[in-house]
């Protein structure tokens, strides 16, 4: 009996220490170099031999990543890529983060790193990989080892942008392992398709949880259709999971590098040849008590000194108060934060109406004075702006959609739908609006929640036109608002709102905290 051990961290988003910086110093229990401390026990106490991937979303959504993408003098990825460089993965999945910054920078992060890309679905003009190989064999101890990367279709969030190649196509994650696993098992004793995606089902009773129409979460379908895999590596929903789902042991090891997945298959002479898999099980390691990893503290300890500097950046003083203490009671009343974000946007864009979101609990708005670090834990996305022209019917819809994000618990209290909080928080898909006055009603049917709907004080007519400010993933239909559309944009901003906000801030040196109070949300049964 010979025993493979697959360790595989995912959706670190450039987290490299163990804090969400809201405050300064913070030891929190997750990390890339707590993950990495744990990644390098595995391996040493392992039995056999080890396989180590990566699955993907590394290169985007911390503000070290932002510094080193947007704020340094030349942007370069390679500070970042040293980093991770230290943990010498076998193989990296490509997430649909990587694309934020474009291709080129992408193409940049991908060369300076080590690790080999293993990607089989985002795809060439003519069909071949845009970025690695399809799929990697690796021998170890006698035993071949296929490796398969795929990518979910959310990547295609990013096509319209200017900075993302043309080039960029996409095929299913199932149509591509339909055809690549049977010819893999029959050259390689184990097959571990990496998928940078989740799950649309429920993993107990199939039932539907995620919407099949944009096919952004195919791994139930994967493993009930795609005969073969030996394990399954998944990613994208930052869920904690690790199970046997169709004998297939899975593992999903959460957001941030909170833990480390590691599937041990037993592997058992074949009468054939080779090996097969005797038997298997899947684990996720905590890493919130692991000791930093050395080599990443002194590879990154100047570059979180640079962050931390740019981070205290005074910008602006506040007469009032800019911040908020629940994030729930703010989603439901107005607050000075969310009018000062709306006025930004509006500005910038000559707008009529704004909508924007608050993207995590983990904010709290702007404390005095304003610095760069409340920006980047605020608005933590690096998003640009656009200007969409659209129909008061249209605005309507999108209200009702945003609606959805409520509804009524058995005590008849309002509540957050499961929806946006299960399998994946999905807070960013709430918008609340400015220059308009709305009211939603939780106790009316889902479609019919918008019971007051004014601009300039006068209702809302299903003809009228407005310009709305949107960040370009909302613009684009992002969060399944079909109401809005690439090809309704008529103006772009593709500097990233942080940078907007912050540059705003410095052209206006104290900035008068404001709350018109322009919707609220009820439970007013009729």
């Known amino acids: 009996m010979l025993t493979l051990t697959i360790l595989s961290t995912s959706d670190t988003h450039g987290f490299i220490f163990p804090t969400n910086y809201v405050k300064?110093?913070?030891?929190?229990p997750f990390g890339l170099i707590?993950?990495?401390?744990?990644?390098?026990?595995?391996?040493?106490?392992?039995?056999?031999?080890?396989?180590?991937?990566?699955?993907?979303?590394f290169l985007a959504g911390s503000p070290l990543a932002y510094y080193v993408a947007q704020v340094q003098s030349h942007s370069d990825p390679q500070p970042?890529?040293?980093i991770y460089n230290q943990i010498h993965y076998d193989a990296e999945i490509l997430g649909n983060h990587e694309f934020d910054y474009g291709t080129d920078y992408l193409e940049r992060a991908l060369n300076a790193s080590d690790r080999p890309v293993v990607n089989a679905n985002v795809l060439d003009g003519a069909g071949r990989p845009l970025f690695g190989q399809q799929y990697r064999i690796i021998e170890k101890a006698g035993v071949k080892i296929a490796i398969v990367g795929l990518t979910t279709s959310a990547v295609l969030q990013w096509k319209n942008h200017d900075n993302v190649s043309d080039e960029v196509h996409f095929r299913t994650a199932v149509s591509i392992a339909k055809e690549l696993v049977p010819w893999l098992k029959k050259i390689a004793d184990v097959v571990i398709v990496c998928y940078h995606g989740g799950f649309e089902r429920n993993l107990k009773t199939g039932k539907i949880i995620e919407s099949l129409s944009n096919g952004e979460n195919e791994a139930y379908q994967l493993l009930s259709e795609v005969k073969g895999i030996d394990a399954l590596i998944t990613g994208h929903q930052h869920r904690k999971i690790a199970t046997t789902v169709f004998d297939v042991p899975v593992t999903m090891p959460g957001y941030r590098g909170e833990a480390v997945g590691k599937i041990v298959?037993?592997?058992?002479?074949s009468d054939e040849g080779g090996y097969v898999v005797a038997d298997h099980s899947a684990h996720l390691i905590e890493t919130k008590n692991a000791e930093f990893d050395k080599k990443i503290a002194?590879?990154?300890h100047?570059?979180?000194?640079?962050?931390?500097?740019?981070?205290?950046?005074?910008?602006?003083?506040?007469?009032g108060d800019l911040t908020f203490k629940s994030a729930q009671k703010a989603r439901m009343k107005e607050t000075t934060y969310i009018e000062f974000i709306q006025h930004v946007q509006m500005t910038t864009m000559g707008a009529d109406i704004s909508a924007t979101s608050l993207f995590n609990n983990e904010g709290h708005g702007f404390e005095n004075p304003i610095t760069m670090r409340n920006i980047m834990t605020n608005y933590v996305y690096p998003d640009g702006l656009?200007?969409?022209?659209?129909?008061?019917?249209?605005?309507?819809?999108?209200?009702?959609?945003?609606?959805?994000?409520?509804?009524?618990?058995?005590?008849?209290?309002?509540?957050?739908?499961?929806?946006?909080?299960?399998?994946?928080?999905?807070?960013y898909n709430y918008d609340m609006y400015e220059g308009i006055n709305y009211r939603i009603n939780v106790a009316k049917p889902v479609g019919h929640r918008i019971d007051k709907l004014l601009y300039q004080g006068q209702p809302v007519t299903d003809d009228q036109t407005f310009k709305i400010a949107l960040n370009r993933y909302r613009a684009g239909g992002g969060g399944h608002y079909n109401m809005f559309h690439a090809d309704?944009?008529?103006?772009?901003?593709?500097?990233?709102?942080s940078q907007l906000i912050a540059d705003y801030l410095r052209a206006h040196a104290v900035i008068k905290a404001t709350v018109d109070n322009n919707f609220e949300v009820v439970n007013e049964p009729e």
């Not at 298959?265 to 002479?269: I, R, T, Y």
């Not at 249209?394 to 309002?414: C, G, M, R, S």
């Not at 309704?488 to 709102?497: F, G, L, S, V």
Request: hydrophobic share 45%; charged share 25%; net charge negative.
């Open 24 to 28: 300064p110093r913070a030891h929190m």
């Open 34 to 57: 707590r993950a990495a401390t744990v990644l390098a026990q595995e391996q040493k106490s392992a039995p056999g031999p080890v396989i180590t991937i990566d699955d993907g979303d």
């Open 298 to 300: 002194i590879h990154s």
């Open 302 to 319: 100047q570059l979180d000194k640079k962050v931390d500097h740019w981070l205290a950046e005074p910008l602006a003083h506040i007469d």
């Open 265 to 269: 298959l037993n592997l058992e002479p």
């Open 386 to 427: 656009a200007l969409e022209l659209i129909t008061g019917e249209e605005l309507k819809a999108a209200l009702e959609k945003a609606a959805t994000y409520f509804t009524l618990n058995l005590d008849h209290q309002i509540v957050v739908n499961p929806a946006f909080y299960s399998p994946k928080l999905r807070h």
């Open 80 to 82: 970042l890529a040293r």
């Open 488 to 497: 309704k944009i008529i103006a772009e901003n593709k500097t990233p709102m």
